[in-house]
């Protein structure tokens, strides 16, 4: 069974991972493991390059294939932001309760017809220095400014699905790792490594 080290340390995307690769061949370590590694500088000006910039931090450091993502929310009618800033949009610590209220005085105002947003979604895997596989994936929606739904994390509760009239938040785990922008681009990676690792005579028959 292959080692991957997922370069998070948030519980709620290790967890959507572990939930939608459950039955593969992987085995994946979680950050919290290596305490001792320091945290990787995220200062890249797009989701690739942060995942690009993680992937190769954390597998230098643990010798280990690593995964990482970069992900967040892009809000139209704010230019695009928080973006690249979404975990700490508000400053840090690290805070979802705090992120969302910004967003949503920043959006004070502004029409429900002009709050169309979408969540997106970077991988990379890395070996070493070494980008052995990049994907991506996005989820467009619209901001809400009341939070509904107990499920997921992050801005999932004002993140409505207009098709579906329910936030990501309020989505059961199997139905939101079908729909996520997370979900996109880890399905697409995991193609990819099925057959990289087919390929390399590393994937069971």
């Known amino acids: 069974m292959l080692e991957v080290l997922v370069a998070t340390g948030n519980p709620g995307k290790l967890r959507e991972i572990r939930e939608i690769t459950a039955g593969l061949p992987l085995r994946w370590r979680a950050l919290a493991e290596f305490p001792h590694v ?7 000006d797009t989701f690739a390059e942060n995942a690009r910039r993680k992937a190769r931090h954390y597998s230098r450091a643990t010798g280990l294939w690593t995964l990482a993502d ?5 809000v139209d009618a704010l230019g695009g932001a928080p973006g690249v ?15 969302n209220r910004k967003l949503i005085a920043a959006l004070a105002g502004v029409p ?4 169309t947003a979408r969540f997106r979604c970077a991988i990379a895997l890395a070996d070493g220095e070494h980008i052995l596989l990049e994907t991506d994936g996005r989820v467009e929606g619209r901001i809400i400014d009341e939070p509904r739904g107990a499920n997921g994390f992050g801005y999932d509760p004002h993140f409505l699905v207009p098709e579906l009239g329910r936030t990501m938040a309020e989505l059961p785990s199997a139905e939101k790792n079908a729909r996520s922008h997370r979900g996109a681009a880890l399905r697409a990676m995991l193609r990819q490594l099925e057959a990289l690792l087919r390929a390399r005579g590393l994937w069971p028959a």
């Not at 320091?38 to 890249?44: C, T």
């Not at 429900?112 to 709050?115: E, F, L, P, V, Y």
């Open 112 to 115: 429900a017809a002009r709050r």
């Open 85 to 99: 800033h979404s975990a700490r949009y508000a400053g840090l610590p690290r805070d979802d309760r705090a992120n």
């Open 38 to 44: 320091p945290e990787a500088v995220e200062d890249g």
């Open 70 to 74: 970069d992900s967040g929310l892009e």
